[in-house]
Each structure stands twice: as structure tokens, then as C-alpha cells.
């Protein structure tokens, strides 16, 4: 079992950078590969970015390639997102999630655990 809280969503402006961050807790960090999804009001969750158990494979969704920048610190338990150029389209509760294997996958049915969200709005 373990737990993930998500923070540092708020509102910005377009063009500007944002980091979330994903604490984890329960058992060993390291051993779950870890992703980001995002979820837009009216619209299904969707795959963000995703990282290894090592940290040393990363994988994104095509409209955040470039922007977005996923990493974790395995010692601090604790999964980031550093967001840069931000588009009003990026705006939705973003989660971060868990996964007991060692594979990544874009899709959430894949995932055994969630955080509660954070929400990031973009304002242009």
C-alpha cells in the first residue's frame, strides 16, 4: 500500500512555469514506477508523464513533449512535475499515480494508486 499527495497547483498565466510534487508514503518508493495524468472538466483522465523506478526512462504525452519535465527523488520519496510554458489547455486536476510493476504504461487502468489531485488553471 501507499499514499501519494499531490501540491503546488494554483492559477497562473500562460507562459509560466509550475512545479507539482507528489509525496509518497507506505512502502518502498522505489519499487513503483510513477506518472502524472491530468483530468479537464467534461474530458476522461489523460496520460501526462511517466518515470521509471530508477528514474532512468521518461515518457510523455505528445502536447506536453518539450514543456513538461518529469523526476523523482527515490531518497525524499517524492515524484516532481516542472511545467514550463504553460497553455490555457494544460488547465485540469492534475494526479499522480502509482504503479507496483516495472514497466511503464500511458493508461490509468494500469495504475493501483492515486493521489487526490491538485489544480492547475492557466489563464490567458
Known amino acids: 500500500q501507499v499514499q501519494l499527495v499531490e501540491s503546488g497547483g494554483r492559477l497562473v498565466q500562460a507562459g509560466d512555469s509550475l512545479r507539482l510534487s507528489c509525496a509518497a508514503s507506505g512502502r518502498i518508493f522505489s519499487s513503483y514506477v510513477m506518472a502524472w495524468f491530468r483530468q479537464a472538466p467534461g474530458k476522461e483522465r489523460e496520460f501526462v508523464a511517466a518515470i521509471s523506478r530508477s528514474g532512468g526512462a521518461l515518457y510523455y504525452a505528445d502536447s506536453v513533449k518539450g514543456r513538461f519535465t518529469i523526476s523523482r527523488d527515490n531518497a525524499k520519496k517524492t515524484v516532481y512535475l516542472q511545467m514550463n510554458s504553460l497553455k490555457s489547455e494544460d488547465t485540469a486536476v492534475y494526479y499522480c499515480?502509482?504503479?507496483?510493476?516495472?514497466?511503464?504504461?500511458?493508461?490509468?487502468?494500469?495504475?493501483?494508486?492515486w493521489g487526490q489531485g491538485t489544480q492547475v488553471s492557466v489563464s490567458s
Open positions: 499515480a502509482a504503479r507496483d510493476s516495472n514497466s511503464g504504461s500511458f493508461e490509468v487502468k494500469a495504475y493501483d494508486y
